[in-house]
Structures are given as C-alpha cells and as structure tokens.
C-alpha cells in the first residue's frame, strides 16, 4: 500500500513539474552600442514557482563584440513577477541585481561570476508556444548597457469569428488568433484550427498561418494588414482529425484588416477553387477610432478616413467608396473596407 501511495505521489510530482515549465526556442539579438548581432537560434525555460511568480533561465549566454566572443554565463532570474491577462498571456516583469552563474561547459572562462551583482531589467509576456522578451544587462564594468531581444513582438486577439458560405453566416464564435511583428513592416498572422461548417456538416480546414502580411500604422496607432497571395493551408493541432487543407495545395487568400491595443478586426477571402466557393470570414467587430461623425438621412452619406478627415461629402451611398484606394473608411458612421483592385 505504501508503495502504491509513494508511486502515484511520483507520479503526480512529476505531471506537476512537466506543467510548470515552459521551454521556447526562438531568435536572440542582442545590441551593444547600437550595435546589433545577428540572431542566433537560443532557447530560453520559463518556470512557474508558485504565486504568481517564474523562475528565467538563459544558460551559456555569449557576448559578441565584433570579432571578440566573451562568455558571459548562465542568466537565471528568479523572483520574475507573472500577471495573466484574458487573453491567456503571461505578462512578466524583473528589475533586481543578480550574479551571473557559469555556463555549463566547464573549458570555458565565464566572465559572469566575477562581475558580482549585475542589474538586471527583464520584460516580456508568452503565450504557448511564444515568447517575447527585452532584458538589460546593465554591465557597470564595461561601462555599457547590453540590450537582448529574445523573440518578436505578438499580440493575441479573441473574439468572435463568422463565416459566409454563399450568403449563408454560420453563427459567430469565440475565437484567438496571433500576429506577430517580423521586422521590416512585415506581420506573421495566425489562425490555427479553422473550421468549416455547412449545414450539419463540419469540415476540419486546418491552421492559416500567413507570413509576410503587410502591415503600416498610422498616427492614430492603427496598424493597417493587407495581404494578397496564394497560401497552402496547414494541418490543425489535432492529429486525430482529418484536417483538408494541406490536400487542397496553394489557395488564394485574401486578408485585409486593423488592429490597436487588445483589438483586431479583419476579413479574410478564401478562394476554395476546389470547391467552387468563396469563403468570406469576418474576425471581431468594426471599430472607428473617430467620434461624432455626421450620419445623414437623406440617402447621401460622408466618407471618412480612419483619422477624421472628410474625403467625400453628401455622395449617393451605393457608389460612396468607389475608385477610392484601399483601406479602411467611415461611411454614414460605419467602418467599410475597401479591397484592393485586381
């Protein structure tokens, strides 16, 4: 009996433990003077301790200076504060001194032990599979401040997802979907595990996964996407399901949409070619980032862009966005997307 007890309390400690660490590989950069390297693929371990508070570990952490490589050490931060928002992501935040620990391979001369207390500033937030972090390394000895990036910024939007299938809406359900800076103006947007239904049946599609989305903020801190090409659909998270898209080859998808803070709105085309349809998908809902906008009743309505200004007056609604270029617009007080031409 005892030994039973002792085996499941092993057990148990040991499902504990895997369900507390969360290990990301992904890109490091780090920047001195300016100056920045290039990345490097390193893995960072995040662990949960217990209230509310992580344990961070980049091990065998190398500081490049030009054609100098120094060792620096293990950075083990302990005592990093974690807030869990609603969208399920992890906000974590350090600001305290701490000695740098040796690296693993005991041939190397890691420098980190011998600066005494180094302080440290670490930010950062993960959700799954992501992480995204800034830490500064404040090197008092070197007379310098080490700036590490480790990941690319993303942000995590649910909310409600609506389909149309030949003018037929499948009703709205909650939905998370990802976009993550890649530099250079360039956006990763995520929408894993699509589905879709009609009528009774219910067709696992799989994961849309967009690289290279377009993406322009502007002065308001609206962040305009646009993309236009043909994407091979991914297979889902779930191996027990037949999931179609990886069968269909490349499919044309067009993406158009905006975000600021916690909120996304987007429409998504899906030319299943196969299927001879169209899928039109609509994430969130409209938002407009100016107020008391003139609503006519009279069957002429006022365009506005996104940032207050009038582009149009008292033009017939039907006709009100023509020929204008792509992009979001405030017509009769509502936001209406215009597409690019083809």
């Known amino acids: 009996m005892k030994k039973c007890l002792l085996l499941i309390c092993a057990t148990l400690m040991t499902m504990f433990v895997d369900a507390q660490e969360h290990v990301f590989t992904d890109d490091l950069v780090v920047k001195v003077n300016e100056d920045s ?102 090197m008092e000895t070197l007379g310098q401040v080490i700036k590490v990036q480790f990941g690319n ?66 002065a308001q801190g609206f962040t305009t996407l646009t993309f236009n090409e043909s994407v091979t659909i991914q297979a889902g998270d779930d191996p027990e399901e037949s999931w179609m898209g990886p069968n269909l080859g490349p499919v044309p998808i067009d993406m158009t949409g905006k975000f600021k803070g916690d909120k996304l709105y987007c429409n998504i085309d899906i030319n299943m070619v196969t299927l001879s349809q169209v899928i039109k998908v609509q994430f969130g809902s409209e938002f407009s980032s100016i107020e008391d906008v003139k609503v006519s009743d009279n069957g002429k309505v006022d365009v506005y862009t996104l940032g207050g200004i009038l582009v149009r007056r008292q033009v017939e609604a039907a006709s009100a966005t023509n020929d204008l270029p792509q992009g979001i617009y405030i017509v009769n007080g509502k936001k209406v997307m215009v597409n690019a031409r083809r």
Do not use: H, R
């Open 153 to 218: 910024p993303f942000y995590v939007f649910t909310d409600d997802l609506v389909v149309k299938v030949n003018e037929d809406s499948t009703p709205a359900q909650s939905t998370t979907v990802t976009v993550t800076e890649t530099g250079n103006g360039e956006y990763t947007f995520s929408l894993k595990n699509f589905k879709l239904s009609m009528g009774e049946m219910e067709l696992p599609v799989g994961s849309i996964i967009l690289e290279g989305v377009k993406g322009e903020t502007d």
């Open 37 to 138: 390297t290039p990345a490097q693929s390193t893995t960072v371990t995040v662990t949960e301790t217990g209230n509310g508070e992580y344990t961070f570990s980049l091990k065998n952490f190398k500081l490049s200076m030009g054609e100098i490589e120094l060792p620096v050490g293990s950075i083990i931060l302990e005592g990093v504060k974690g807030e869990i928002d609603a969208q399920g992501v992890t906000a974590l935040t350090f600001d305290e001194s701490v000695t740098i620990q040796e690296g693993d391979d005991p041939e190397e001369s890691w420098m980190g032990p011998n600066l005494g207390p180094v302080p440290i500033k670490m930010t950062g937030k993960f959700k799954d599979d992501k992480l995204y972090c800034d830490i500064d390394i404040n």
